[in-house]
């Protein structure tokens, strides 16, 4: 058996791409938090983390993350909350590498630099991007969202089967993503069709789909129960079709809707300059909410009638915003979206600010800390100008996805490469088919993207089978590498004379038997001792 030392130098030479990409993303990070020892806010943190104080779930969106908060609580420190989301950050990039590599691996096992290298580039978008890095820094649900996702896609993609065991884990993952971000939702559907939809039967998947919808509705339905007690309703939040009604404010005509008396409130205004009519329409002053009794979710039912009315009027224009908004992820440069200042917050800051009177209230629930947000000079600076350099441009998103495409078509393997690929796209088309745009709805995709593009070129196992045996492998173990076949001695197809028609192909070489150890040292087998030789005459 070998020693501990031993494996573990054999690991470093096999993994040293990877573990040297992590140290550096690790120690980016901690740079990180040496510029900004704290976490960095945007809209929803507020009520993040007034569920984590109040335990009273948020009606805007689902709550889930706070219960991560929860769990963090009792240190009161902001830092550890930015340090525990960054090494979710690395746990999620390890998910991806350990996929890749175990594919790879098992694909050519005499390779053993390159399944490193190409899980470690899969890895690469999570580890660095600079966007990325700072998306770990907000206090908001995406980075826990992302390693659910990407957690249950590595666990289903982990073997060549799925048995109901591995389909209940995924089914939790998945329903904890649900609970984390509403845009979980419609990822069971994707999942189960590629389940039931694999080439290996419909009965067979049976067992694992079941499985996974029920695990999937275990922490649903539990965060659900917790917030009908709060709310007397039994949802994940009270403002689910207010979203939807905004999506439709970028394409609505109340001309040609000719909505009801009560709902002509809602028709959608021109908004302001650089914001998004979506944006304009839930979270500004010319909000038609503001006058609802209840607002948001005291008007969530008109929204919905509303938002359906609209895409039965203008069902073009509605596949048309999507599509729009959809392709707007696969831009090389970023625009100002959906608004100036929702822009700025995805951006390392420049300077320190106060906390405003409703972030100072929750901050001190939270941490007992409310003062200014510290930025901390040189680190913070080398932050912003990493972020500025490093970052994964949407066309190169775009170009992974074709290339999975691509890949799944040329090599006939299209099942382990759908999961990842109809992930990564359905992140994407979801939020932009019910909200809006927004930059950080693209960060989650962008590693099951690259998943996808890296196993479609993976060989499988029978393309492993029929590849050419390794040369130095062989030598290794002392069998000579073989001696190619002369012209003389082929045969063509039709039985003629050798060289006289087409060479066939020459007959695959018969694997070589090893000799037992005893018969190598011309020993006799226990059977040969118990022989005794016939006695002779007299």
């Known amino acids: 058996m070998a020693s501990p030392v031993r494996l573990a130098r054999r690991a470093a030479r096999e993994h040293w791409p990877a573990l040297a990409a992590f140290t550096v993303a690790a120690a980016i990070r901690a740079v990180a938090v040496l510029g900004y020892p704290t976490i960095l806010w945007f809209g929803d943190t507020v009520g993040y983390l007034r569920t984590a104080t109040t335990l009273f779930p948020s009606g805007t969106r689902p709550s889930g993350y706070s219960l991560l908060l929860l769990a963090l609580r009792p240190l009161h420190s902001f830092v550890a909350v930015v340090t525990v989301q960054h090494v979710i950050g690395l746990l999620t ?3 991806l590498y350990a996929v890749v590599w175990r594919h790879a691996r098992r694909a050519r096992p005499a390779r053993r630099l390159a399944p490193s290298a190409l899980g470690t580039l899969v890895a690469a978008p999570v580890l660095f991007d600079g966007y990325q890095i700072e998306l770990e820094h907000l206090g908001l649900s995406d980075s826990l969202f992302t390693f659910l996702v990407v957690a249950a896609a590595a666990i289903l993609l982990w073997n060549p089967g799925v048995t109901w065991r591995t389909a209940a884990a995924a089914g939790l993952l998945l329903g904890g993503a649900a609970v984390t971000r509403a845009v979980g939702l419609p990822l069971l559907l994707i999942v189960l069709a ?45 403002t689910d079709r207010v979203f ?34 979506a944006y304009a329409a839930l979270w500004t002053e010319q909000s038609p909410f503001l006058g609802i009794p209840g607002g948001k979710g005291g008007g969530n039912d008109l929204a919905g009638e509303f938002a359906m009315a609209a895409i039965r009027a203008q069902p073009g224009d509605y596949a048309r915003v999507v599509a729009r908004d959809t392709f707007r992820a696969f831009e090389w440069e970023r625009r100002v979206y959906p608004s100036p200042w929702t822009f700025r917050k995805y951006e390392f800051p420049a ?104 196993l479609a070129f993976v ?14 492998r062989d030598r290794a173990a002392g069998e000579p590498p073989a001696a190619p076949v002369p012209a003389s001695t082929m045969v063509s197809d039709g039985g003629a004379a050798p060289g006289t028609g087409p060479p066939a192909e020459a007959p ?31």
């Open 93 to 95: 990039a390890a998910l």
């Open 459 to 472: 060989p499988g196992r029978r393309d492993a089978a029929t590849a050419p045996r390794d040369e130095g």
């Open 244 to 277: 939807l009604y905004g999506r439709t404010t970028d394409f609505a005509d109340c001309s040609i809707i000719r909505p009801r008396p009560g709902l002509a409130r809602l028709c959608p205004k021109p908004p302001p300059k650089d914001v998004s009519p």
């Open 194 to 238: 590629w389940l039931l939809l694999r080439r290996r039967g419909r009965r067979a998947a049976m067992p694992p789909a079941a499985a996974l919808t029920a695990a999937f509705l275990v922490p649903v339905l539990l965060y659900m129960s917790w917030f009908a007690v709060a709310h007397e309703r039994f949802a994940l939040t009270t």
């Open 351 to 454: 300077r320190s600010e106060k906390l405003t009177a409703r972030q100072a209230k929750v901050a001190r629930a939270y941490a007992r800390a409310a003062g200014p947000r510290p930025v901390n000079e040189p680190y913070a600076g080398w932050m912003r100008a990493y972020q500025d350099h490093v970052h994964l441009p949407g066309t190169v998103l775009g170009v992974l996805l074709l290339a999975a495409v691509a890949g799944a078509v040329a090599r006939r393997r299209p099942e382990r490469v759908a999961l990842p690929w109809l992930l990564s796209l359905g992140l994407l088309v979801v939020p932009a088919a019910t909200a809006d745009f927004d930059y950080r709805y693209v960060l989650p995709a962008a590693p099951l993207g690259a998943l996808a593009a890296a």
């Open 508 to 538: 695959p070489a018969r694997p070589r038997r090893e000799r037992p150890a005893w018969r190598a040292r011309g020993r006799r087998t226990p059977a040969d001792r118990s022989r005794r030789p016939a006695a002779g005459p007299g």
